[in-house]
């Protein structure tokens, strides 16, 4: 319901899930018991004795005799379900069971003092966490100005992590979008998403390098291109070629799957096969010509066709789907990936699927 109200008594009085239109509440609500709209027994019971039982009945009332025997309540609830008056919500924060806290004895404000901020309490953090065993994978800086204004930045990182100075330089990054106003007094940090972070050896000068690095530089790439910019692709079994790729987290596990080493594929695939105009002469013979956005490029070299049938057993207009890809070169030595997949009274329909060859 678009109202606490309406939405307190639908979930206690409705069938469940029951989802009210929006400024539609009223309708709903007209034959709901009067303790629906969270009054005290007390109420509830005296306007039982006058006869009024559901919230219909509440409506036909005038609001002064009503005012003068039961107080504010029953009018003020009454509305608040019915959004003719506000009700603002308090939301409860769980506790951080993981947080630390600084108090200043003067606001501050300087870009370089907010950094040296972040960086002590990140060690205390990090004190915390080692002790516990954990490693931080969400971390809230939040920094309380003197007019009581929250100004709070996140970081994230791929593996969990209790390195301070690493932590730090995180949160250094995001501190430009804090607005300090007339000053802050005071600065907490807490790590809301944390993971098992066992201790472990260091490298030594000349052994491998430390596994973590790469989880460090993934983190300052993800920090200043965006979560969904730094990501690695990962093989998939399927015969269709889109298919055979997706994202993936950048450090996320190898699923033992690979691409096959005899099927020649291009380095570049693209997102959606683009129409061609070919000259081909069929049935099977390869391009000997074709025109893509608007350019003629003559076939000098051609390969195939490598014949590629749809996955039936995921949709049913792809059991009669096939598809002839040709890898083929032009004059200037640019390599192509050509596919023809049906025929039609005016011919074959061709697409490029990919540029150049692995």
Do not use: K, N
């Not at 009067?34 to 559901?54: C, E, F, I, K, M």
């Not at 504010?72 to 603002?88: M, T, V």
């Not at 060690?123 to 100004?151: K, P």
Request: glycine fraction near 8%; charge should be neutral.
């Amino acid at each position: 319901a678009d109202t606490p109200g309406a939405a307190w008594a639908a979930a206690r009085c409705l069938p469940p899930e029951t989802v009210l239109p929006p400024a539609g509440q009223r309708p709903h609500l007209l034959d709901l018991p009067l303790w629906a709209l969270r009054l005290d027994r007390g109420t509830v019971s005296g306007l039982a004795q006058l006869g009024l039982t559901r919230v219909a009945h509440l409506l036909d009332q005038p609001r002064g005799p009503l005012r003068l025997r039961f107080g504010e309540e029953p009018g003020r609830r009454l509305d608040q379900a019915l959004g003719h008056a506000p009700e603002p919500l308090a939301y409860l924060a769980p506790p951080a069971e993981h947080a630390v806290r600084l108090a200043f004895p003067e606001p501050i404000g300087a870009p370089e003092t907010l950094a040296r901020v972040a960086g002590r309490l990140c060690a205390m953090l990090a004190e915390a966490l080692t002790r516990h065993g954990l490693g931080a994978r969400r971390l809230d800086l939040v920094f309380r100005r003197v007019d009581g204004l929250d100004q709070a930045v996140s970081v994230g990182t791929a593996r969990p992590s209790r390195d301070p100075t690493h932590l730090a330089r995180l949160l250094t990054e995001r501190l430009p979008q804090i607005d300090p106003g007339h000053g802050l007094d005071e600065a907490r940090l807490s790590a809301p998403r944390v993971e098992r972070l066992d201790a472990r050896q260091l490298a030594a000068p000349g052994e491998e390098p430390d596994p973590d690095a790469m989880a460090e530089l993934v983190d300052r790439l993800v920090l200043r291109l965006g979560p969904g910019r730094v990501f690695r692709r990962s093989p998939v079994e399927s015969e269709w070629p889109e298919r055979a790729v997706r994202r993936v987290a950048p450090l996320s596990p190898a699923t033992g799957v690979t691409w096959p080493a005899d099927l020649p594929r291009p380095g570049r695939l693209l997102p959606v096969p683009e129409p061609v105009a070919v000259l081909a002469a069929l049935p099977d013979a390869p391009p000997t010509a074709f025109t893509w956005r608007g350019t003629r490029r003559r076939v000098a070299r051609a390969d195939g066709p490598e014949r590629i049938f749809g996955e039936w057993w995921l949709a049913e207009d792809e059991v009669a789907a096939t598809r002839d890809y040709y890898r083929v070169e032009d004059e200037t030595g640019a390599r192509y990936w050509l596919f023809r997949d049906c025929l039609t009274r005016d011919g074959a329909r061709w697409w490029l699927h990919g540029l150049g060859e692995a």
